[in-house]
């Protein structure tokens, strides 16, 4: 039987697997240990796939829009990044407890307003859905989301700026949210997508956590 050392120790390299050279680091260490901490509970892993699903859903339909298919879309398991340059001074590492990938380029693309719109629901749609449907705060883990929602917004700007229906960065957000949420309420299927998308995601990423969290049960 595994033992919780041993199991944190696979864990720790899962995490790391992107920041093998630093693992002997002290702030690689510590981000790699928060990282953990954000999975270290089966509602903890729900509540990070169902946000991660909302962020899928809304990705499909931006797809649609962009050129690229439900099947380009991946997923990244728990782990820790550096930090971008910018960042570099506030912390090293970054921890990241799963996130979903598309091959959506935001410099190549010819940026329309129904385009922006809804790549601002695909930066609200994780907050939405882990607050709808797993009961957390709208606002949790979304910082990542507003980082890339505020760059998308930036480089839409410079061929939408004189857009009469555009509206600034922070009330385009809350449109967002607020389509996100009736779409949500409305259509009884998107959640159940969104569930059966987030047990895939659980089913796929996540099993040696969960082995982790019986274990510290």
């Excluded at 091959?103 to 922006?116: C, R, S, Y």
Aim: net charge negative; aromatic share 8%.
């Amino acid at each position: 039987m595994v033992d919780q050392e041993s199991k944190l120790r696979e864990l720790m390299a899962i995490v790391g697997r992107d920041v093998t050279d630093c693992l002997t680091n002290q702030d690689c260490t510590t981000a790699c240990l928060k990282t953990i901490v954000m999975v270290s509970s089966r509602e903890k892993i729900e509540a990070v796939c169902l946000h991660e699903a909302g962020h899928f859903a809304e990705s499909v339909s931006l797809g649609i829009m962009v050129g690229f298919n439900e099947s380009d879309i991946g997923y990244h398991a728990p782990r820790v990044i550096p930090s971008p340059a910018e960042n570099m001074g506030l912390n090293k590492f970054e921890s990241n407890p799963g996130s979903i990938y598309t091959p959506f380029k935001a410099q190549e693309i010819t940026w329309t307003l129904p385009i922006l719109q809804q790549a601002a629901r695909v930066a609200v749609a994780g907050g939405v859905y882990a607050h709808i449907l797993a009961n957390r705060p709208i606002d949790e883990g979304t910082g990542g989301d507003w980082e890339l929602y505020k760059t998308y917004y930036r480089l839409a700007h410079k061929k939408l700026h004189a857009h009469p229906e555009l509206l600034i960065a922070t009330k385009l957000w809350e449109w967002a949210v607020d389509k996100v949420k009736l779409d949500l309420k409305e259509h009884a299927e998107l959640e159940d997508n969104a569930r059966r998308k987030a047990s895939q995601f659980t089913q796929d990423y996540y099993q040696p956590f969960l082995e982790f969290c019986d274990l510290t049960r």
